[in-house]
């Protein structure tokens, strides 16, 4: 082989190995670029609902729960709506795919926004039961046979 034609086969090979090293960072930095966006999506959605949760005390519960307004009951009804959503998204596919994710930000923000869906769906049902007559009787049915004292103190007492 001519030494000309071996410096060209070098040259190619070179050209060749940069390429393909060029091509290696891109696909890395589409991955890494897809990632991030994902980390902030799912912190955009987590903080959010933590910052609705924290509202969403006992006392602020009990309230909204036995509130007859038109505002509560849109609020009530804006609430269901959310967790439906929530509930859907926590429980898809890609979710599922982002909590197996090898980076510990991302499976931290999908299980804390599946935690705080699970906890919105706890406060809707609480409410639920609360504005349940049949559930209220049963109930106190139930704590005056057992001897529990009062029959609405155990109702209040479950929503803690």
Sequence with gaps: MRQQDM????????????????????????????????????????TPLERVLNMLGPQEVEQLATDDSEKAAQLRNRLEELHGVLAEFSGSDHVSTLSTSRLPIITRLVRRIQGNTEDLGDIIENMALTRDADFASLVSSCASSLGLGHSGDVVASMHD
Excluded: M, P, Q
Aim: no cysteine; proline share 0%; charged share 20%.
């Design 7 to 46: 410096a060209a086969s070098i040259a190619f090979d070179e050209i060749g190995r940069n390429a393909d090293r060029a091509f290696a960072y891109a696909l890395l930095a589409r991955l890494a670029s897809k990632y991030v966006v994902a980390a902030y999506r799912l912190y955009g959605v987590a």
